[in-house]
């Protein structure tokens, strides 16, 4: 394929429905006409490439198409090679194969690095507002046993 979808989106051929929404929203608005100043043109066909990418990647069979076009490519490109070095596929794949995966595992780790970076931000923020809310839970609570507190001893006293 020309233009992986995958790679247009920056996310890795496993990312969830989610991730893809994500990444959608985020390129949508980096390459926007509006906002995008450089290069007018240039954010228009990204737009369009990023609206064709996610139309096919967030659609479940859209999506298992375009993984199993992705993999017959891949496949052919691979035979090619196989021919293009005269090599048997043995030698030839290993090697392809393990090229491919460490292009996509450091793609991955750079989305996981920033991933984690975000549910760090997120994390720091659920403890506090958490954290106001059970101390305002205790303050009622104390409250609530001070006024119990008083009323039993104003009706001892009362005895």
Known sequence: MENNLYEILE????????VIEKAY???AKK???DTYKAD???ASSMIKKINNAYDILSNEEKRKEYDEQLKYEMQKDI???????NMDNTQLKPSFMDKYIQKYTKRNNN?????????????KLTPKISNTVVVLILIGALVALIFVCLSCMDIISNI
Do not use: G
């Open 25 to 27: 929203k985020t390129l």
């Open 79 to 85: 035979e090619q090679k196989e021919e293009d070095l």
């Open 11 to 18: 996310v890795s051929p496993n990312a969830s429905t989610e």
């Open 31 to 33: 390459y926007h006409p």
């Open 40 to 42: 007018k043109r240039y």
């Open 111 to 123: 989305y996981d690095k920033i991933n984690r970076a975000i549910d760090e931000q997120y994390k």
